[in-house]
């Protein structure tokens, strides 16, 4: 089995790693209530999907 002849340093390590970022979800308006949402996914705040209410909102 190969076995590395030197440790790897951090800045090698680091530069590897670069890549392996995570990023903010996209985020779309919602249509009926204008509230930022996740597209493709039912709206959290008054639960449409595509133009019909598919779960019922939240009530505070």
């Known amino acids: 089995m190969a076995v590395p002849k030197r440790k790897t340093s951090k800045a090698r390590r680091d530069k590897r790693r670069t890549h392996k970022k995570s990023e903010a979800p996209n985020l779309t308006t919602c249509p009926q209530c204008g509230e930022a949402m996740v597209p493709h996914r ?4 008054c639960g449409a999907y595509r133009g019909r209410s598919i779960t019922e909102a939240e009530k505070d």
Do not use: D
């Open 42 to 45: 039912a709206c959290p705040s």
